[in-house]
């Protein structure tokens, strides 16, 4: 099962930042925030990944609460591109095998000209 | 670098009869996963191989789904027979102890009638 939750869909003008919330209340003490997303007929892409630290990479920046309970998935300035669907996910850091990759159903990002 | 292949990237079957997909991890990636996805649904891990050892099957279907990786390298994953509601996109995906994530191939249709 899912340990996040986010909203089912967004809107985001283009040029605008795009900013896509998940809630992840249960994370435990080594699991990271991986964002993924996946745009029509295409498999996932990594996006990011984090701990407790802010993170910031040439797609994207992810910011995480100091309680680690919430994150947001910011896109500094939408295109087009970028509408996808965006999944937040919790688990160990790689290379650990152990645990599943549970993606749930995502946040729908629609960009709008 | 070249990413993950996978073929077929689309297939049409009857229901009962056999399919198989073949998936040709990155090189040098000693992980490799399966995941069925259902449409408007997120991916969900079928099996998880370790090189030739299977890691994480529990969520496969083992009396119609089969998979194997004999050399270590690329795999195949087979439905035998097929249901309707077999109907969905199989994607591979593979990870390295250097890598950040899984990388994620382009995935194969796959419509029962």
């Known amino acids: 099962d899912a340990k996040t939750t986010q909203p089912p869909s967004m809107d985001c003008a283009e040029g605008r930042a795009a900013n896509l919330p998940c809630n992840h209340s249960t994370i435990s003490g080594n699991e990271y925030v991986y964002w993924y997303r996946q745009i029509h007929s295409q498999g996932p892409q990594y996006i990011i990944h984090?701990?407790?630290n802010n993170e910031t990479n040439e797609m994207a920046s992810l910011i995480i609460t100091e309680d680690r309970k919430s994150s947001t998935l910011i896109l500094p300035h939408a295109t087009l591109r970028d509408t996808a669907v965006y999944y937040c996910?919790?688990?160990?850091?790689?290379?650990?095998?152990?645990?599943?990759?549970?993606f749930g159903t995502g946040t729908s990002l629609t960009v709008i000209p | 670098e070249a990413g993950v292949a996978q073929s077929p990237r689309y297939k049409i079957i009857e229901k009962r009869q056999s399919v198989a997909f073949w998936c040709n991890p990155i090189?040098?990636?000693?992980?490799l996963y399966w995941y069925q996805q259902i449409l408007g649904q997120g991916p969900k891990l079928l099996i998880q191989?370790?090189?030739?050892?299977?890691?994480?099957d529990s969520q496969l279907p083992k009396d119609r789904f089969s998979a194997e990786r004999l050399k270590g390298v690329d795999s195949t994953l087979k439905i035998q027979p097929a249901k309707l509601e077999d109907s969905a996109v199989y994607l591979c995906a593979s990870s390295s102890p250097t890598v950040k994530s899984q990388l994620f191939g382009p995935g194969t249709r796959l419509t029962v009638l």
């Open positions: 090189s040098g990636h000693a992980t």
């Open positions: 996910i919790v688990r160990p850091a790689f290379p650990n095998t152990g645990n599943q990759f549970y």
């Open positions: 984090g701990l407790k």
């Open positions: 191989f370790q090189n030739n050892g299977v890691v994480d």
